[in-house]
């Protein structure tokens, strides 16, 4: 599994845009990029996963580059209850030993 | 979505007692599904891979007799955790995988206090 690393917290204000980067240089070429949110006491939610360039839904868009060596999470105009613990996952999605395993994470704490 | 969902929500039981978690897929088909376990501050480990109708893969490190996995049917896995011990109060969290669509999808966590 490649190895993923990300800032371990970030502060932000309500209605700004925090982009989170996450570095995975070892990323192999079967493996997508997925990010999860989670918030206390609860079970992690599927944000948006992508392969390459940019992937785009209603609650974020992924950055990718060309190398793939890392991606950018971001999330537009954030507000409190935007506060939670974000995940960057890398893995060969198609493949049946394919396993989520989480790193640390990202805290972002957001402020009125 | 496709949902999961989990069993109890929240456990108290006495040590040496054992404690079972049913993880359910709602409106898909799950052939694999993974348990794992969060203490507070801390990040996701995943515990198990639990396959149906088969024997399930442990972690490096995680107890295989102290944590049974079944996983009987195509929505249904369950983790029994024997003899608990109140270093086994954790947040117990499973994840089903819709291997139609390679999504996974996780369950809402089973907060488990030993006392």
């Known amino acids: 599994l490649a190895k993923t690393t990300q800032p371990i917290s970030m502060d932000s204000y309500e209605g700004q845009e925090v982009n989170i980067t996450c570095s995975h240089n070892?990323?192999?070429?079967?493996?997508?990029i997925t990010w999860y949110q989670q918030f206390p006491s609860q079970g992690p939610r599927f944000i948006i996963q992508?392969?390459?360039t940019k992937v785009t839904n209603e609650v974020a868009s992924l950055f990718i580059p060309a190398d793939r060596k890392s991606s950018t999470l971001s999330l537009p105009r954030v507000s409190l209850s935007d506060t939670a613990v974000y995940y960057c996952?890398?893995?060969?999605?198609?493949?049946?030993?394919?396993?989520?395993?989480f790193g640390a994470g990202t805290t972002v704490t957001v402020r009125a | 979505g496709a949902v999961v969902s989990q069993h109890p929500s929240r456990v108290i039981c006495k040590s040496g007692t054992s404690v079972k978690i049913e993880c359910r897929s709602l409106?898909?088909?799950?052939?694999?599904m993974f348990w794992y376990r969060q203490f507070p501050k801390q990040s996701l480990m995943l515990m198990a891979t639990?396959?149906?109708?088969?024997?399930?893969?442990?972690e490096q490190g995680v107890e295989k007799d102290k944590f049974l996995i079944n996983h009987a049917s195509l929505t249904l896995s369950t983790l029994t955790v024997t003899s608990a011990h109140p270093e086994d109060s954790s947040f117990y969290i499973c994840?089903?995988?819709?291997?139609?669509?390679?999504?996974?999808?996780f369950g809402p966590g089973t907060r488990l206090t030993v006392t």
């Open positions: 994840s089903a995988r819709d291997t139609r669509a390679y999504e996974q999808y």
């Open positions: 070892n990323i192999a070429t079967n493996d997508y």
């Open positions: 992508g392969y390459k």
């Open positions: 996952l890398v893995g060969a999605l198609r493949s049946n030993d394919y396993k989520l395993s």
């Open positions: 409106d898909f088909q799950a052939t694999t």
């Open positions: 639990s396959n149906e109708g088969s024997k399930a893969t442990y």
